[in-house]
């Protein structure tokens, strides 16, 4: 999963009593762990920071910290699950569809793989079914589930007993299974090829207004799901239906492409997507298409400005008007 330096900012060295290489070392699968629990790279960001501080003022105190990758990844986690539980009532109040903040990486750079660990793991629908969770459910699953770790160690790394972990995590398990949405790994070269093939000729389609060519590359019940969070205008229930959604992908990109609206194509939670921009090059939305059987499934825009931030200038076209 892509941290700081993937989101265009430079990843902080490690700090004071942690060797730079060794604190860069950790930051992916940390970075990885925290956006997995809050679905926000500024909130990702700031959760591993806090770890490292807090390992060097252990340090400072005089604590020995035999294991500093354990420490950090205990620390995260259970940073993690108190930032979820404050957050509770902001999520629940949150206006229309919900999107986590998305994970960028050029598609013509270097795939997620080389730029940190397990970007194909959290996609978009998967991280938006994890919201079902509670945070203590949600920190199990996902060390168990996606990042592979043994029940000891998430009992010790989240203050359970190995009993209690299990029986979490077979709730949760079947929590998410319940959505439709199964935990995926990384795909094939092949499979990566091709997923970015067809975003290629789907986006190529949408901006030139080609309805027939996007009908054939959707599926029967594609849905848009589009994140404004009432800062930025979104369709209001999310078209459903391939027609639909073709005619409104069309018109959308048709009234952007006269704005000066351009697309770059790019990976987006580990899927095949692309990033649109003003023609001062500010950052408008981003696009992730869910692939399965070579049709488009489902497209989920994040348009609100707040969940931009962290790739560049964020562009005002899409803003609601400012209420007086």
Not at 65 to 89: E, F, M, Q, W
Not at 158 to 180: P, Y
Not at 293 to 304: E, G, H, L, P, T
Request: with cysteine; aromatic share 6%; glycine share 12%.
């Amino acid at each position: 999963m892509p941290g700081p330096a993937d989101s265009g900012k430079e990843a902080a060295p490690g700090p004071a009593g942690v060797p730079g290489a060794v604190g860069t070392g950790y930051r992916p699968l940390l970075f990885s762990i925290a956006y997995g629990m809050t679905g926000s790279v500024g909130d990702a960001e700031d959760i591993v920071q806090d770890a490292f501080v807090g390992l060097t003022r252990a340090r400072q105190a005089g604590t020995r910290i035999a294991d500093p990758k354990a420490y950090l990844t205990t620390a995260v986690t259970r940073l993690g699950i108190n930032h979820l539980n404050s957050a509770r009532v902001r999520r629940e109040t949150y206006v229309g569809d919900w999107l986590p903040e998305p994970v960028v990486v050029p598609a013509a750079g270097p795939g997620p793989a080389e730029h940190a660990e397990l970007a194909d793991s959290l996609s978009m629908a998967f991280l938006v079914l994890l919201e079902a969770l509670s945070p203590v459910e949600r920190a199990v699953f996902l060390l168990r589930e996606v990042f592979g770790y043994g029940y000891p160690d998430v009992a010790a790394i989240t203050g359970k007993t190995e009993v209690n972990c299990r029986q979490i995590f077979a709730r949760a398990r079947q929590r998410i299974a319940a959505g439709g949405q199964a935990h995926h790994r990384a795909p094939s070269p092949a499979r990566r090829a091709e997923g970015a093939e067809l975003a290629r000729r789907f986006f190529e389609a949408a901006a030139g207004g080609d309805l027939d060519a996007l009908l054939g590359m959707l599926a029967p019940d594609a849905v848009i799901h589009g994140d404004g969070g009432g800062k930025a205008q979104v369709a209001g229930k999310p078209p459903a239906g391939r027609h639909r959604v073709a005619r409104h992908l069309a018109g959308l990109l048709r009234r952007g492409r006269a704005l000066g609206v351009s697309l770059r194509l790019a990976w987006v939670n580990g899927q095949p997507g692309a990033v649109a921009h003003d023609a001062g090059g500010r950052v408008v939305a981003v696009f992730a298409l869910e692939v399965a059987d070579s049709m488009v499934q489902a497209i989920r825009a994040v348009v609100n400005p707040d969940k931009l931030g962290h790739l560049g200038p964020v562009s005002d076209l899409a803003r609601m008007p400012e209420k007086e």
